[in-house]
């Protein structure tokens, strides 16, 4: 239960900084880290959620790399947190991230007049996630 509540209170201050700033501050990763950390130590938690962390940066890194304005590196590094708390089970959360993503970009997009090609809009990426957390803490009933 605690590390999913950590992980959401961490990810609605990531949504509110996205949202505003469009950024997510390191602070709040190195928070998370020390706290995966923490629990991978004292062996609350085994070695598969670091093999998830790594593999989810790795993904990710390649997709900024490969596709430059598809996603930012705060979105990289939440992803990584999110999928090295949750495991498998992270991927409807990162997956609500991307279509919160899109919603957000083509709403903007659409109140701005569509000032350009509708795939060039970008929208934050920490909302959606916060929204996937919340959506999914009731069948991994808190259990992280």
Known sequence: MIPWAVLTIL?????VWDAR???IPNPLSWIALGFGTALL????WGWG???????????YDLA???QPRSLGYGDVKWATVIMGFLGAT???VL???HLGAVVWATIAWWRQG??????????PWAPGAFVGLLLLGPFVGGRV
Do not use: M, S
């Open 41 to 44: 130590l004292t062996r609350q």
């Open 64 to 66: 900024a790399t490969w």
């Open 114 to 123: 569509r000032p350009g090609p509708w795939r060039e809009a970008a929208g």
């Open 49 to 59: 959620h670091l093999a998830w962390a790594a593999g989810t940066w790795t993904v």
């Open 95 to 97: 997956l609500a991230g």
């Open 11 to 15: 990810t609605a201050l990531a949504a």
């Open 21 to 23: 700033a469009r950024i």
């Open 90 to 92: 992270g991927f409807p």
